[in-house]
């Protein structure tokens, strides 16, 4: 079974653009468990991610608000201001902000706000809710 979800999930690219090496590696370990074969992009900024972006085209965008050089907001307005992503999923995870924060990145059109500590179970199912894939099942 967890073989043919490697197939199922080999499409399946998201990017991850966190200053938090060790929320990167969480981040990491819950999308690989739950979303086997998928290709997961790991940057450390906002730049790093948009050159990502430049690479190869993503399923899912998933953003740490607090960035330095360019933060979350900022990233999620690039996106949607490059026709060529401005329909990527995004949400944007925080340890700091609120709702002042997620009202403005709705405007922007991100699709989820995240804070953390996250739950990995509740956070790989805003996963597959936002890319479509509500029907699997969770972590085994």
């Not at 329909?87 to 944007?92: A, L, M, R």
């Not at 009202?103 to 479509?132: E, I, M, N, Y």
């Amino acid at each position: 079974a967890r073989e043919a979800s490697r197939v199922a999930y080999s499409a399946l690219r998201v990017l991850v653009a966190d200053d938090d090496p060790d929320f990167r590696a969480l981040l990491w370990e819950a999308l690989d468990y739950a979303f086997p074969g998928a290709d997961i992009v790991m940057v450390g900024d906002g730049r790093s991610a948009l050159r990502a972006l430049d690479k190869k085209q993503v399923s899912l965008a998933i953003f740490d608000l607090d960035m330095p050089g360019m933060n979350g907001v900022e990233l999620t307005a690039a996106i949607r201001a490059t026709p060529l992503h401005e329909n990527i999923p995004v949400i944007v995870v925080t340890a700091t902000g609120g709702a002042p924060d997620w009202q403005l990145l709705q405007s922007l059109g991100a699709d989820g706000f995240l804070v953390k500590p996250l739950d990995p179970v509740a956070f790989v199912s805003v996963v597959r809710r936002t890319v479509g894939l509500e029907g699997l099942d969770d972590f085994g």
